[in-house]
């Protein structure tokens, strides 16, 4: 049976990141039914509903994965990825901090935060909040003008760690700070 399946925090959101997996979804194997039953319910313990006659669990084979994030690459296709290459790509291993850097940011230093924003990419924001973070940069979001933008600010570099990832944000603060103070 083909099908598809979209990942997305807002789908109503155009300016977020969707993922489309499309492929064929076939049954689970007898020999895997209660190992993933006992995952699925790990993860929605109310599921009564696994045990009625007419449940079944699918899993989807990946035929291509599709990666959108605003229009630019749903227009130019440049987030399509193989079965093997999505088969090979592993989770950012700083995705798992993203949470705590990002709240202890939007809490202690959103000021700096709009700093860095407006250093990067020299447009006057009125504020920035920091969405996420990954080993590359930061996702924002940020009002301009009356209207609000998620952009994209890049590190310098790939950050190696959480430790690092402090590194790199004090860099582009200091960055940021030096900047500003020329040009008063």
């Avoid at 007898?30 to 319910?41: N, W």
């Avoid at 009564?48 to 990666?67: C, E, N, S, T």
Wanted: proline share 4%.
């Amino acid at each position: 049976t083909k099908c598809s399946l979209l990942v997305a925090k807002d789908p109503e959101d155009r300016t977020d990141t969707v993922i489309t997996v499309y492929g064929d979804a076939t049954p689970v194997s007898d020999e895997e039914k209660d190992a993933v039953r006992s995952a699925y319910l790990r993860r929605h313990p109310e599921a009564f509903w696994v045990d009625f006659g007419d449940f079944r669990f699918l899993h989807i084979k990946p035929k291509a994965v599709r990666y959108v994030s605003g229009v630019a690459t749903a227009l130019l296709g440049s987030g399509e990825f193989s079965p093997a290459e999505f088969k090979e790509a592993k989770v950012d291993p700083i995705s798992q901090f993203s949470a705590p850097i990002t709240g202890h940011m939007n809490k202690d230093h959103a000021d700096d935060t709009k700093l860095i924003v407006q250093h990067s990419t020299n447009v006057k924001v009125d504020f920035a909040h920091m969405l996420d973070v990954d080993s590359l940069g930061i996702n924002v979001k940020a009002g301009y003008d009356g209207s609000v933008l998620k952009l994209r600010i890049p590190f310098s570099r790939r950050a190696q760690d959480r430790k690092d990832v402090k590194t790199l944000i004090v860099e582009m603060l200091q960055a940021a700070k030096a900047s500003s103070s020329h040009a008063e």
